[in-house]
């Protein structure tokens, strides 16, 4: 049985930084590319980052580029994604998410696994 299990959301003052982690289980993940995807309340769900099995190329959405940092320890099949710089805008629910296509989780936002979310909220 798959599971990705989040960890590092929390309440954080604007400016500040947090440390997401996504450990999964279950499956070999060789060849799977591993991502960040969020929602926030009262909207669509949105690509945040992926990395490729890899490591070797990471992606990012245009409003965490520079701010945000992708990760991936393939021995211990966890992903972290560290978040500097925190805007408001950046409060969701976030999703690790697990899929043997990049493209399905950057612009379909669909994958074969799914975490459960973690809260993600920044004040003001």
């Known amino acids: 049985q798959v599971q990705l299990v989040e960890s590092g959301g929390g309440l954080v003052q604007a400016g500040g930084s947090l440390r997401l982690s996504c450990a999964a289980s279950g499956r070999s993940f060789s060849l799977y590319a591993m991502g960040w995807l969020r929602q926030a309340p009262g909207k669509e769900r949105e690509f945040v980052s992926a990395?490729?099995?890899?490591?070797?190329?990471?992606y990012y959405a245009e409003s965490v580029k520079g701010r945000f940092t992708i990760s991936r320890d393939n021995a211990k099949n966890t992903i972290y994604l560290q978040m500097n710089n925190l805007k408001v805008e950046d409060t969701a629910v976030y999703y690790c998410a697990v899929d043997r296509s990049v493209p399905r989780l950057q612009t379909n936002h669909t994958a074969d696994y799914w975490g459960s979310g973690t809260l993600v909220t920044v004040s003001s």
């Open positions: 990395i490729s099995w890899s490591a070797m190329t990471t």
